[in-house]
């Protein structure tokens, strides 16, 4: 067995927020990747706009620094438990982690998640704790809290015995004693050539284990991984293994190895690192790239189940069309089947009707982000609520449980625990710090938590932090009764007018400004009470040849509340649809007359007797 000391692979984990890509940017910045006058910026991996926006990573990425003559290939993943697939793809290319953990909030629930998966896969641990520049930071409560993680999850004695450094990514330090002063990051990399053990080589002919995909538009696909065992050259005749057992040849077009931002385009590779290549033309995440003459499949990369199902279907509003650069089935089904190429943990099922297509995810963000990134991309198609995938085990009705766990303050466990109560929640622990402070932890079903992030934001107003991680499947709680109320519905195909709104407002909340294009059946407002209404937002006042002298003074309309996309998901009901389009979302009835809507009504009625 043979070692390459002129590598280390490591992967990032963590908590989402925890500091992940700013340590990329310290370890990118003290590496000199960068020109002396390049403007870098801050989250430099965070180059994809949703998650510029959002200020969270999305997509495990790879970059590499070189240190003291070591190539150090690293590996960002995401933190927010939606994206847990992109960390389950990508920790088998490494040989140690970083397990970064805020000073203040400690481990968190995906701390436990992800380095469980780290330790199942054997990496060898380093911790970091991380925001030590933050005034209130709890740096022995945090490194005890991390010892009994470890404890909890250790496979084996030698995990225990874990490096610690102290940093704070922002600053670009990082010390091996706690209360040393940082001047920057240079005993991490120390830390990373001491602890993480170079890659081994088998010998033998190539293996390679694909993790990753990306597209270039006059290269094709490139097949992102590690290579396990041989080398790699320019021009190599290989095979690519998938999963149904077929075995493809190809003729390798380009390699490259990556520096910083940059891919640098070499001839030759070799086992123990992870590098790019071109040429293989039908290739997936999880095949193994071989050599013709010996071709060894390497075990494929499993990730979670999805819990979380919702319908992407073309768009059937009067509107269709009109703001969408691709909007039939067939490009709708080629986009959504596309998405599985990279989306490991995305599934996609056609449904009974043609237009429809089922499509299952890790939680709401993750199809949240993907109907935000299709509808950039000029797609439009309607989307349903999502629900929990239930399954039927051994004959019985099973449903998706989580852990939920809430850092709030004493005045909010009132209304919190109401607030979940109704969603099925069962409270299992609850810790108060004598300051205020509680923690709680809660059981509960999937399907409770649909809708209930936005619901907790404005109850804490947006202080408060909740986590969730998945538990497993339960027996069927039964159904829960929606709590919102019914919905102020377009009654009329125009143009919402002052006038108009200013009944709806009479209502309840209105979500549309004057001079927005409405149509039968559109949902413009929340009722104050729990039936739905059909009303004329499009009416204008009569006109009059009397002016008198208080009716024309301009009606003064509440300010709509706007919906985010997220929101508009976990507003509608089973009943209602959002429609996206590169301009809109709207929210609307799946009948859109008011007399289809009733005589489902009393069908439905019917049905029951
Ligand atoms: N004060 C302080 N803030 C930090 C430090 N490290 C990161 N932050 C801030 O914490 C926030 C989150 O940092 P990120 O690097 O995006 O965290 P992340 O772990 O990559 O987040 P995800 O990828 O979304 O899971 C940003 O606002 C950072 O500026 C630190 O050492 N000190
Ligand atoms: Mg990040």
Redesign the pocket.
Known sequence: MNYRSDIRNIVII?H???????LVDAMLKQSRVFRDNQKVG??IMDQNALEREK???ILAKNTAVVYRGVKINIIDT???VDFSGEVERVISMADGCLL?VDSIEGPMPQTKFVLRKALESGLKPIVVI??I??QNSRIAETLRLIQDLFLELATNADQLDFPVLY?????GTAVTEQGMKGKDITSLFECILENVPPPRIESGPLQMLVSNLDYDSHKGKIAIGRIWRGKVATHDPVVNMSADGSITRYEIGEIFTYLGLKRLKIEEAEAGDIVAVTGLEKVSIGDTIANPERPEALPRIEVGEPTVEMTFGVNTSPFAGREGRFSTTRQLRERLYRELETNLSLRVQDTDSPDTFLVKGRGELHLAILIETMRREGYEFEVSKPEAITKVIDGELMEPVEVLTIDTKDEYIGVLTEMLSKRQAQLTDMRKDGHDNVHLEFRVPTKGLIGFRSAFLTATRGEDIMNTTFLGYEAWHGDIASTRNGALVASEQGIAATYGLNNAQGRGLTFIEPSTPVYEGMIVGLNSRPQDIAINVCKEKKKTNVRSSTSDIAVRLTPPVKLSLEQAIDFIGNDELVEVTPENIRLRKKLLTQAQRLRDISSARRGIK
């Open positions: 963590a989402v927020d925890h500091g992940k890509t700013t801050e989250l200020g969270i990573t995401p933190g927010h970064l991380n925001k520049d933050r940093a704070s990514a922002k600053e």
